[in-house]
């Protein structure tokens, strides 16, 4: 699948997408010169270059009529993701959401037939994902 990431997607996410997607060509829009294209065009556009795929922030996009139906004439996939949270910690956030989800997402979209939405979950930032240990209070099994 040819995998097009919109100008509002974090430019860093694009070196590793394109080794977690090894099969799969993942373009980021600043790459291939349409940063400066309108949302109206780039659809369009994309799906003329063949793009099967576009991520995007873009949550106002479908709340407008005319962007809602230059997306619905594309046939294209979108892919979609909110960032919530603010500075570096929303950014990585945002970033890992993104990485852990792809994978899963492009092989899905490989088994379907039309177009389809996806809203990729974020990482919840209230839950811990590591735990810390003090091995001179409770060492661990190996420490000892």
């Known amino acids: 699948m040819l995998i097009l990431l919109d100008e509002d997607v974090p ?9 977690v997607l090894r099969q799969h060509q993942v373009d980021h829009i600043h790459g291939i010169g349409w940063s400066k294209k309108k949302d109206h065009f780039v659809y369009k556009d994309a799906k003329q270059a063949g793009y099967d795929v576009i991520v995007t922030n873009d949550d106002h996009q ?5 962007e809602c139906r230059d997306v619905r004439k594309s046939g294209l996939h979108r892919v979609s993701y909110k960032h919530r949270g603010k500075g570096l910690p929303g950014l990585a956030l945002a970033t890992a959401s993104i990485i852990a989800a792809m994978p899963d997402i492009i092989v899905e979209l490989e088994k379907t037939e039309g177009q389809r939405l996806v809203e990729i979950t974020q990482i919840d930032a209230r839950h811990r994902r590591y735990t810390i240990t003090d091995p001179n209070r409770n060492p661990p099994k190996y420490w000892r």
């Open 11 to 19: 430019h860093q996410v694009i070196d590793v997408l394109q080794h």
């Open 62 to 66: 479908m709340s407008d009529p005319d």
